[in-house]
């Protein structure tokens, strides 16, 4: 098992681009998260998914759209790229259990 | 709303030292806890996990154990190695709420980042 990818590891993007992080597993995980690592601030929870065709808002969700059509895929969407979303973003799964983490997008926006 | 608390932020020990980490969360109604490593740069890796119903998980040199009455988890790590150098992350799962909004996220702390050196 290839676990839980992420593509691509690392982006530039200027200003008001747009672009798509794709987050896949294999594991058959029920749910899906979008989170957002920043220094001093922790991870926050961007957007998650409860099952295939279901997204829900978490606690900074201003700026992406998600999108789950397939249960093992879970996109993220930047339609307008600002500079305060220069960040790490990180998709994890889960059963009822435990999660599980992908390596990680550097995103740096200029 | 969950907050969880690291204590400390930052920890430096001589290699071979016995140490412990602290997690304290504010709404004891939670599915379960985890705990996470991260290596610079890198993603998390879950180190243990313990079910509310459960008192401690043991992997290895690693203990964790969970008061849920009391907010409080503690992550033990036994003779500790420079190899253990890395952040800690502690992270409560909502209890499940059928119906409700809070279906299975994480709140997490900020971290303890450990310095093992030799």
């Known amino acids: 098992n290839a676990g839980v990818t992420q593509t691509p590891k690392f982006r530039v993007l200027k200003t008001g681009q747009s672009m798509t992080l794709l987050c896949a597993q294999d594991?058959?995980?029920?749910?899906m998260y979008w989170y957002r690592q920043d220094p001093g601030m922790g991870l926050r929870l961007i957007h998650y998914?409860?099952?295939?065709?279901?997204?829900a808002k978490g606690e900074v969700p201003d700026g992406y759209n998600v999108s789950r059509l397939k249960k093992q895929n879970f996109l993220l969407g930047l339609e307008s790229a600002a500079p305060s979303q220069t960040s790490v973003y990180f998709c994890?799964?889960?059963?009822?259990?435990?999660?599980?983490f992908g390596p990680g997008t550097r995103l740096l926006v200029l | 709303k969950q907050e969880v608390t690291q204590i400390p932020a930052a920890l430096s020990v001589p290699e071979g030292e016995n140490l412990v980490l602290n997690c304290s969360f504010t709404d004891s109604a939670i599915y379960n806890l985890q705990w996470f490593r991260q290596d610079p740069g890198k993603g998390l890796t879950s180190l243990l996990l313990?079910?509310?119903?459960?008192r401690e998980q043991t992997s290895g040199r690693l203990n964790a154990s969970l008061d849920k009455s009391s907010g409080r988890s503690t992550l033990y790590i036994a003779a500790s190695q420079p190899g253990d150098s890395a952040t800690y992350l502690c992270a409560v799962r909502h209890a499940l709420n059928a119906g409700g909004t809070s279906y299975g996220k994480l709140t997490f702390g900020q971290g303890t980042i450990l310095t093992v050196h030799p």
């Open positions: 998914s409860v099952g295939e065709g279901t997204t």
């Open positions: 313990i079910q509310s119903s459960q």
């Open positions: 994890a799964s889960s059963y009822p259990s435990g999660q599980y």
């Open positions: 594991m058959n995980h029920e749910y």
